[in-house]
């Protein structure tokens, strides 16, 4: 599975962000794919996982309630909507993708495939 990962940039505080993550290769219904972020001087922590199916989404709970996970199967693509965004999401964000129990979306080592990263920057 290859992934890229697009859409960050340059904000300011409360706006918006939309970024995409094109799979390409062979998926399935029941892996996830999810989105990690890390901030410089940071460790990598998760973000939002979401299912092929779309029958499982979870969030960190800094993030609940202004981002929003969603894909289109149709696309094989991964999107990661970001609203009120805050000086604290900045942070390069990857996707990736994980085939295994659902128990360990939030555990970036399980993950298999990882894109290449997109750099969000939010200023005040």
């Known amino acids: 599975v290859q992934l890229q990962a697009s859409g960050g940039g340059v904000v300011q505080a409360g706006d918006s962000l939309r970024l995409s993550c094109a799979a390409s290769?062979?998926?399935?219904?029941?892996?996830?794919m999810a989105w990690f972020r890390q901030a410089p001087g940071k460790e990598r922590e998760f973000v939002a996982a979401?299912?092929?199916?779309?029958?499982?989404?979870d969030y960190a709970d800094s993030v609940k309630g202004r981002f929003t996970i969603s894909r289109d199967s149709a696309k094989n693509t991964v999107y990661l909507q970001m609203n009120s965004l805050k000086r604290e999401d900045t942070a390069v964000y990857y996707c990736?993708?994980?085939?295994?129990?659902?128990?360990?979306?939030?555990?970036?080592?399980?993950?298999?495939?990882w894109g290449q990263g997109t750099q969000v920057t939010v200023s005040s």
């Open positions: 990736a993708s994980h085939r295994g129990p659902l128990s360990t979306v939030r555990n970036g080592p399980s993950y298999h495939y």
């Open positions: 290769g062979r998926t399935f219904r029941s892996d996830v």
């Open positions: 979401i299912t092929w199916s779309g029958g499982f989404t």
